[in-house]
């Protein structure tokens, strides 16, 4: 009852500061002349999007069954399937639970330890963490911007820094001392410790050199993608958007779904675009028609492939289930 609670608040959080996003943004663009924009964009353009979405979300699978893959082997194309399923889900719930959504289905369809298999969506949010930080701070540097924009990835960097050393700890929690006095008690509840243990096998394929390298190469992969989706949504509406630009306005946005907002990030995407795209000096009204159009095609793209791969796999977006009993797989060489 009382988790039940504290999701609903969010989620109500959430939809009001998504609720006053779109009022800053009614407020501080035309909206008449956005639409005019969108009536003009380049189709062309438009369907490169899609191809990067794509290409963005594919790759991101890849790095999921790379980290996956210590624990368990899977084939790419079920693993791409949850992803989606996952991404599905965020754009329908609340508080980012498509995490827990796709940990949930990726568990009970391939027969993997859920705690086990959210412990490496943490290793992998980390990771997208340390590469969307760095794209800002190296983007920001190029780009001479200062005041906010600067403090909002200085904060980002010390986040990262809190988040490495947390993973870290983790990983050697039961060797650090005074570890064993803290097991005796947790024995108590053999259930906790029991589910502990198996988070613990997932975040430890950070511990794994060769897994990590796959990983930021994959996430190299993902994130040029993605910036060039937001090249190609500049394009479209007449912006044309220096790499380092797209860099900067592909990270700021992803910095920005930190904050709770509604299911879709709605608002707070298209406000987080509009005023980066105000450092370049670009047009308001064209910047408000780009985010429209980027965001747009990455919940077409994913919702899609969302209700795609739930059908062929037969899941559905809850993040219950029954007991998880204990499984065991043969590491990966």
Same mark, same amino acid.
């Given at each position: 009852m009382a988790l039940n609670r504290r999701t609903i608040l969010r989620q109500v959080i959430g939809v009001a500061i998504s609720g006053v996003a779109i009022w800053i943004l009614a407020r501080s663009v035309d909206v008449p002349r956005t639409v005019d924009v969108l009536r003009t964009a380049n189709p062309a353009w438009i369907l490169l999007m899609v191809v990067t979405v794509f290409l963005d979300v594919g790759s991101r699978g890849a790095r999921w069954q790379a980290l996956l893959a210590p624990i368990k $082997?899977? &084939?790419? $194309?079920r693993v791409l399937a949850y992803t989606y399923i996952g991404y599905l889900a965020n754009n329908v719930l609340p508080a980012r639970l498509g995490e827990l959504v796709r940990s949930h289905a990726l568990g009970e369809g391939e027969r993997?330890?859920? &705690? +086990?298999?959210l412990g490496t969506v943490v290793v992998e949010r980390i990771v997208d963490t340390v590469i969307?930080?760095?794209?800002?701070a190296l983007a920001v540097v190029i780009l001479g911007v200062g005041g906010t924009m600067s403090t909002a990835v200085l904060l980002g960097a010390g986040f990262v820094g809190v988040l490495v050393v947390a993973l870290a700890v983790a990983m050697v929690s039961h060797r650090m001392p005074g570890a064993e006095r803290v097991t005796a008690v947790a024995e108590r509840y053999p259930r906790i410790l029991e589910l502990a243990r198996r988070l613990r096998d997932g975040l430890a394929v950070a511990g794994k050199p060769g +897994?990590? @390298? $796959? @990983?930021?190469?994959?996430?190299?992969?993902?994130? +040029?993608?993605s910036i060039a989706t937001f090249i190609a949504g500049g394009q479209s509406v007449g912006i044309e958007l220096t790499l380092s630009q797209a860099a900067l306005l592909s990270s700021g946005v992803a910095l920005a779904t930190v904050v709770p907002s509604a299911p879709g990030y709605v608002g707070t995407f298209e406000l987080t675009a509009v005023q980066i795209a105000k450092v370049f000096g670009a047009d308001p009204d064209a910047s408000f028609a780009m985010a429209l159009l980027v965001h747009a095609m990455i919940l077409a793209v994913t919702s899609v492939g969302?209700? +795609? @791969?739930?059908l062929r796999l037969g899941v559905g977006l809850e993040t219950g289930g029954s007991s998880d009993e204990p499984v065991r797989e043969t590491p990966g060489t």
């Open positions: $082997r899977l &084939p790419y $194309r993997v330890s859920r &705690p +086990t298999v969307v930080v760095g794209l800002a +897994t990590i @390298a $796959r @990983a930021l190469i994959l996430s190299a992969a993902a994130w +040029t993608a969302g209700v +795609t @791969a739930a």
